[in-house]
Structure formats: C-alpha cells, structure tokens
C-alpha cells in the first residue's frame, strides 16, 4: 500500500471532519486499505464514541452504486473544461442535484434530502435552492 495513497485518503476524511465540523459515527468504504489505514490514523481512538468503520466487503453488499455515480462524473468531466480547477463549482451542483432534485428509483421516487426530511419546495426546484443560496449569502 503506497503511502501516497494513504495520505490521501487521510485528507480526504480530515476535509470531511472540517466541513461537517464533527466524526462521523459510521465510516462506510469500500475495501481499499488505504481507506482503513487512514480511518485508523483519523477517526480510530480508545475512547467513545467510536467511529465504526463498515467497509463494504463487511456488509456482502458490492459498490455498483457508487462505480455508477464515478462514472456519471467522469463522462461529464470528459466535456466540461471547468473540472480540471480544483474550485470549480460543478461537483457541488451535481451533488447537490443528486441529493435534492433527482428522484431515485431505488427510494420510491424521492430524493435522498427527501427521505431524510428535507423538502425543497416549488415547481422548478434548482431555482427555488439557488433562490434560497443567494438570500442566505445576503445575510
């Protein structure tokens, strides 16, 4: 396992703790073992709570899902110039749009927001989220 790889994994949970400002109480990866050395490196402690790292392997459950979702942004990398910069807004719209505008069969219809409780409501929901973006910015 390159170190290299590890490092990385290691930033990618550090920038993770930072956004959402807390660990997570469930770490969920597949079975790459730069994940579970950066998970013990970053969230494994003696004291509780404890991270529970669940990798996918564990569950018997295999990561069509989310091998759909890299390739949905890797075809649209291949035609959009922006994703080369680093703060290119693109990849927080498209999560954004995953998460509470597209419906997903596998959910009944609903977006995952949706069946988390959060309801974004209005006929066109992408402008009634940017229409909610930029009155939050004013303040």
Do not use: C
């Not at 073992?33 to 004291?47: I, P, V």
């Amino acid at each position: 396992m390159s170190r290299e790889a590890v490092d990385y994994a290691s930033r990618l949970f550090q920038q993770g703790k930072q956004v959402t400002g807390k660990k997570p109480l469930t770490l969920i990866t597949d079975g790459l073992k730069a994940y579970h050395l950066a998970y013990k490196r970053e969230f494994y402690s003696l004291k509780g709570p404890r991270t529970a790292h669940v990798t996918w392997q564990d569950e018997g459950v295999d990561n069509r899902k989310m091998e759909a979702f890299n390739g949905t942004v890797r075809s649209r990398e291949k035609v959009m110039r922006s994703l080369k910069r680093e703060d290119s807004p693109i990849l927080d719209g498209y999560q954004i749009f995953h998460n509470h505008v597209r419906p997903h069969m596998a959910l009944g219809g609903k977006t995952p927001a949706e069946l988390a409780g959060i309801q974004v409501k209005g006929e066109n929901k992408w402008l009634t989220l940017i229409q909610n973006a930029s009155r939050r910015q004013k303040n």
